[in-house]
């Protein structure tokens, strides 16, 4: 089936790209390219007049072809560079789609390269991930994958297992009671090597995470200790009511800002304390929500607040005018901005805190979820061996490890785990 879809934006633009891919995308295009050179054995690209129906000419486009297997899909593709006017895309769509092909699905021409072995699964999760990320270091990792360096480090973690799993079998055929003296030392020795580069991949994953999807970052503290005029420092605007009347912030206010790359939603919240104002409650409560979902809490000047599990630092705001009565983490003054820029750093460094001992980059919540169950069975082998109670067992907690790994690169894969990857894409891509 002949697929087309517009990969650009929708709305007005200088020019848009309409994608058809498919074994007859070239044949679609002679329908509506005036005198087409086009043809199924030699790529191309030209300028083109598009007509319709009459053969009246209604724009002027790059066309380029590309020739199977060497395409982004591997099938026949076309792209179309038009004008772009909402209105001649629909017309090369209408038209595309009256010569015989229909349109794409979300993330369709991805979904075709993979299936055609163009890309493995890893691969193609890199190209939803280069697409959404919000920050150029979550882009970078999204491309290094793309170029399949978590496919190879996968491989390489697969090979050593297998190699484990290779010789006690081997050993296991020839006498289960008398097992070579150095073997199970040396898969030990790669057990472990595999358990600690399973523990790194984990470990970066929460903070690629957040350079694709930002952090949360909330600010809280009692009335008037300056959070709406540090949030407003931090945003570089008066976005924030700032007065001296306690109970002014009563709602969650909200800002896109980047501290060292590291995209971050900033909160401002109503101060916390006890109220008997009906709205102020609610608002006080909700400083509490947002609080236990954040990935990084900034407590000011309240140094006997605490979080438990959720990261959070002590900061004394107003160290124009006082002086800190206890130990904080830093002082600063939002007023005057004194020591801001430092306390940047210090929220930058308590969210991003793990200094990449792998360049394994897991990207997607599906990988993250993998190596957990690679690394859970690679444990259990771990302590079968320790034990040296079932040799078949440890076989098997391996072998398990390895599907689990498999299933990160898998070149065709189940159904469901194919729509969730792909659902997530946009249309044209
Ligand atoms: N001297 C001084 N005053 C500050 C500082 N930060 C905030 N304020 C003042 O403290 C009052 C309350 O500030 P606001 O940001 O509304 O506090 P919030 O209730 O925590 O949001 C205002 O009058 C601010 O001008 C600071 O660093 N130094
Ligand atoms: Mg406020």
């Known amino acids: 089936m002949t697929i087309v879809a517009c990969s650009t934006p929708p709305g007005t633009s200088g020019v848009a790209v309409v994608r058809i891919s498919g074994k007859d995308a070239i044949k679609n295009i002679s329908s509506f390219i005036k005198d087409s050179a086009f043809n199924e054995k030699t790529p191309l690209s030209k300028v083109c007049f598009l007509v319709d129906k009459d053969g009246e000419v209604f724009d002027e486009a790059i066309v380029t072809s590309y020739v199977s297997p060497n395409s982004y899909t591997g099938e026949n593709l076309v792209e179309i560079s038009c004008h772009g006017n909402p209105k001649i895309v629909s017309k090369i769509i209408d038209l595309s789609i009256d010569a015989g092909s229909r ?59 297998i190699s484990v799993v290779a010789s006690l079998e081997f050993d296991l055929d020839i006498s289960e009671e008398d097992l070579q003296p150095n073997l199970l030392k040396n898969s030990e020795k790669t057990i472990l090597q595999t358990i600690k580069k399973l523990d790194d991949c984990i470990l970066s994953f929460e903070e690629t995470k957040m350079f694709q999807s930002g952090a949360s970052v909330v600010i809280l503290g009692p009335p008037n200790a300056g959070k709406s005029t540090l949030f407003n420092h931090l945003v570089n605007k008066n976005q924030s009511i700032v007065t001296d009347v306690e109970g002014t912030t009563r709602d969650v206010i909200e800002k896109n800002i980047y501290i060292n790359g590291l995209p971050i939603l900033l909160k401002d919240t109503a101060g916390i304390r006890a109220s008997n104002d009906g709205v102020e409650k609610i608002g006080v409560e909700r400083s509490f929500v947002e609080a236990k979902n954040a990935d990084l809490v900034i407590i000011l000047n309240d140094r006997d607040l605490s979080f438990g599990d959720i990261k959070h630092i002590h900061v004394f705001n107003k160290s124009d005018v006082k002086r800190p009565d206890k130990k904080y983490d830093i002082s600063i003054s939002a007023k005057t901005g004194n020591n801001v820029k430092e306390l940047k750093e210090v929220i930058y460094n308590s969210l991003i805190n793990y200094k990449g001992q792998t360049d394994t980059l897991l990207i997607s919540k599906r990988q993250y979820n993998a190596i957990k169950g690679a690394l859970k069975h690679v444990k259990n082998a771990h302590s079968l061996l320790l034990t040296e109670d079932s040799i078949e067992l440890l076989v098997e907690d391996i072998n398990r490890s390895i599907s689990f790994l498999d299933s990160i690169t898998e070149k065709t894969t189940k159904d469901d785990v194919l729509d969730a990857v792909f659902s997530s894409f946009c249309v044209g891509k």
């Open 103 to 161: 349109l794409a699905e979300a993330g369709e021409f991805t979904k075709t390269a993979f299936l055609n072995g163009k890309l493995d699964l890893s691969e193609a999760e890199a190209v939803a991930s280069i697409i959404h990320s919000l920050s150029l270091t979550g882009v970078k990792a999204g491309v290094k994958n793309l170029r399949g360096g978590l496919s190879k480090e996968i491989y390489s973690i697969k090979s050593s297992l």
